[in-house]
């Protein structure tokens, strides 16, 4: 079997940007969750080391969201609308996550000839993905970004 140079080479154009648009929202992603945990630390009142011991010591994102979640309840009692508008953001970030887990957990291949990358191996992707899957984490690596900063405000006006 010999291989087509050109299909070769447009298939793997393909894979360089498939694999900069999952980095990039992964990228994103991980800012959220560190502006997250920036947030948890300053709401327990730990120091830097006790707080990164307990909220890295929880092994997946959704029990580090709730963690904070239900540490905001407590300390921001009497800020009920920074309190709600956190837990709003904590939300929306884990209804992103089946994006994210589908961008990064799923493996990928280019038919020949075809313009999108395809799940290799289901008999069917996951339910988070829409069909033009590039398009779809570059425009959640902007919702994260814009997650990203959200969080950012939210800690300046919470701990000046």
């Known amino acids: 079997m010999t291989v087509d140079p050109d299909e070769f080479n447009r298939s793997e154009a393909i894979y360089d940007e498939l694999a900069l648009v999952i980095g990039r929202a992964n990228i994103a992603w991980n800012d959220v969750h560190t502006a997250i945990f920036g947030l948890f630390r300053e709401m327990s009142g730990m120091p830097w080391a006790a707080a990164d011991a307990v909220f890295f010591s929880l092994r997946n994102d959704s029990a580090q969201r709730d963690i904070t979640a239900a540490l905001a309840k407590v300390t921001l009692s009497k ?82």
């Open 79 to 160: 800020k009920p609308d920074e309190r709600d508008k956190l837990l709003a953001i904590l939300n929306g970030v884990g209804k992103k996550a089946a994006e994210r887990n589908a961008a990064i957990h799923t493996a990928w291949f280019v038919r020949a000839g075809e313009e999108e990358p395809s799940v290799f191996l289901r008999r069917t992707a996951p339910k988070a993905l829409k069909p033009k899957v590039r398009q779809q984490f570059r425009a959640l690596t902007l919702s994260l970004g814009e997650t990203y900063l959200e969080l950012c405000q939210l800690e300046r006006e919470l701990f000046p």
